[in-house]
């Protein structure tokens, strides 16, 4: 008996089949455990969006009574919620009867969703596991009169380049669940306005001015161009863009330091910061907003390697090329860069080398234009073909493309804040009217910023009936998926390279020195984070709540300013900045902000 205590021959089979089995369960087991991870945060998101619809039922809905009951409109709510949003054998999970309660005092509400079931185990059940059980409670309150006060929202939406893709779509999720949050089963809120605005380096609001003369139509506002159209059957019309308001090239404050006093105030002659437009009360401005195009010269038809412009070397084939349509926009560059409407030809008492270069009927003639600024300089060239339209791709398949030149890198027409919108109008707008644009030229945060803030706050540019006797809360949405940036303008030309200050944008290209007297990158980044972050502190000085969302911004230097700089936008650096980096972030940011907007939290 000793000895065969002892005797350790042909022990190895049995360990190696232990060991194996339980190399095999703990491998299973990490499969096992992911299946619950997965049901387990989809059975939380699915409560939590069935709390928010029952209770905001529950709140509007005076036929579900005072407290759900089985049948009611907020029961059914709550139902169908927590089913689109937990499909049925999710994961192979069996659930148990959905338990809902909820009750309304007056105008207190409060509503608790409960879930639970088992997720069916499938390596596990070699150790004897054979199912996992799975939980969830949400509970959606709030103590408010939501018809005390409407609320009026707008909608920033970044439509760079960089949102081709998976990222477009998950912000088309995004904001449908935002809205299915508002509207809950209703196509139409009363006490609701939203409005919508998609950038990128510039932002298309010249049709949100209506269409009258006067101190608050687009007459009085947007400059008259020669040979603009705003006719839909001439390929060439011009759809709505606007170039950013005269600016100074120096505004105080620090942009490594977002906290300093001079963020609070608004530089004199800074147009582009405030709220202020042409012809608003009390100011001075005589100017008008200039629209946006991007004429042929920028292209290669008329633009070389070294972003110099190109002029045939015969006069007499130049000036009859510039009396046909087609070249209208390089006549309008040429006479707003060399012309001096108030001297006499051949004059220059400026003393910057221009001088008139209009003939007696209007025409240009080339022989009159100085070449004595290098900066605005031209070369001739013995070819000179004929202007390109050029269009650009859209993420969109059931669309066709809209506006060639002038209207390159244009983005969608901004859709006005309005008690009078539909669900289905916006969820329509955000699906067909929301596209990264390609290709992509930048992003330049602060021009929408601005007028973001003009559209919602300026009610009497930009009107909407407030169906209330009570004042509007405003609030502005802002998401962003990348750091400031202008690249080239997409084109390629013989030279086999581009120049990234040929990208046209709001401001210009940045060899005009708009915002800064230098072309240095990082300098006119500096400028811009400084100008955004004094137009969001406008913002706030007038009351408006302000949320912001960075998008799948990289962790690197830039976009860490990036991040700090949204979150000095917000309105509260905790609670309205979110940093998201996926599409189920992207979501659960635009419920939450959706929640907030209609008083009703979620508080477990």
């Not at 969006?49 to 709550?78: K, N, P």
């Not at 596990?124 to 054979?130: F, S, T």
């Not at 929408?448 to 919602?456: I, K, P, S, V």
């Not at 004042?471 to 998401?479: C, D, E, G, S, T």
Request: proline letters at 4%; charged letters at 25%; a negative charge.
């Amino acid at each position: 008996m000793k000895r065969l205590y002892s005797d350790e021959k042909g022990m190895i089979t049995p360990l190696m089949a232990m060991g194996f089995v339980t190399s095999i369960a703990a491998l299973g087991g990490g499969v096992d455990m992911t299946r619950y991870y997965l049901a387990q945060s989809q059975l939380q998101v699915a409560v939590d969006a069935a709390a928010l619809a029952g209770g905001r039922t529950l709140r509007l809905d005076v036929t579900s009574g005072d407290t759900i009951t089985e049948g009611s409109a907020a029961y059914r709510a709550t139902e169908e919620y927590f089913a689109a949003n937990f499909p049925a054998e999710y994961l192979g999970t069996q659930l148990n009867p959905l338990q809902i309660s909820g009750k309304r005092d007056g105008s207190d509400v409060e509503i608790s969703v409960r879930a639970n079931g088992k997720v069916p185990s499938t390596f596990a059940r070699i150790i004897g596991v054979d199912e996992i059980a799975i939980s969830a409670i949400s509970v959606a309150e709030t103590s408010e009169n939501l018809d005390a006060q409407p609320a009026e929202v707008m909608l920033v939406l970044d439509n760079t380049g960089s949102m081709e893709g998976s990222r477009i779509v998950n912000l088309k999720s995004a904001v449908g669940e935002f809205l299915e949050v508002v509207y809950g089963d209703d196509e139409v809120q009363d006490d609701i306005a939203i409005g919508m605005l998609p950038y990128n380096t510039m932002v298309n609001v010249g049709y949100a001015f209506e269409d009258k003369a006067g101190q608050y139509g687009r007459d009085a506002n947007i400059q008259k161009l020669v040979g603009y159209t705003e006719g839909a059957s001439d390929g060439w019309r011009w759809k709505g863009c606007v170039r950013a308001d005269p600016t100074i090239q120096t505004v105080k404050g620090d942009p490594n330091n977002l906290y300093g006093s001079d963020i609070d105030t608004v530089d004199a002659g800074a147009w582009d910061i405030g709220l202020d437009l042409p012809g608003t009360p009390g100011t001075k401005r005589t100017d008008k907003i200039m629209p946006f195009y991007y004429p042929p010269i920028q292209v290669d038809s008329f633009q070389d390697v070294n972003n110099t412009f190109k002029l045939h070397t015969d006069n007499a084939v130049a000036n009859e090329r510039l009396r046909r349509p087609e070249y209208r926009f390089l006549k309008d560059y040429l006479v707003q860069h060399y012309h001096d409407s108030d001297e006499k030809f051949g004059e220059d008492k400026n003393g910057d080398g221009f001088s008139g270069i209009l003939d007696g009927t209007g025409n240009i003639d080339v022989a009159k234009i100085s070449y004595k600024n290098k900066d605005k300089g031209l070369v001739r060239y013995s070819s000179w073909p004929n202007p390109k339209n050029y269009d650009f791709r859209r993420s969109v398949s059931n669309r066709s493309l809209q506006g060639p030149a002038p209207n390159y890198q244009c983005p969608s027409p901004a859709k006005p804040i309005s008690y009078s919108w539909k669900r289905s109008e916006l969820t329509d707008y955000v699906q067909n009217e929301n596209y990264a644009l390609k290709p992509g030229t930048g992003t330049f945060h602060t021009v929408a910023m601005t007028w973001g803030l003009r559209l919602l706050e300026l009610d009497d540019f930009f009107p909407r009936n407030n169906p209330t006797d009570f004042p509007a809360k405003r609030y502005i949405v802002f998401m962003t998926d990348g750091n400031f940036d202008s690249q080239d303008d997409g084109r390629t030309d013989q030279y086999g390279k581009t120049q990234r200050d040929t990208a046209l944008t709001a401001y210009g290209t940045w060899r005009e020195r708009e915002l800064v007297n230098s072309e240095s990158e990082s300098r006119v980044v500096d400028a811009l984070i400084l100008r955004f972050a004094k137009t969001c502190q406008v913002a706030k000085q007038q009351g408006i709540e302000i949320y912001t969302i960075a998008f799948e911004i990289p962790n690197s230097g830039d976009g860490r300013k990036t991040r700090e700089m949204f979150r000095r936008c917000a309105s509260n650096p905790d609670t309205h900045f979110f940093d998201t980096s996926n599409g189920n972030d992207l979501k659960a940011a635009y419920r939450s902000i959706a929640s907030d907007l209609t008083e009703l939290h979620l508080s477990r």
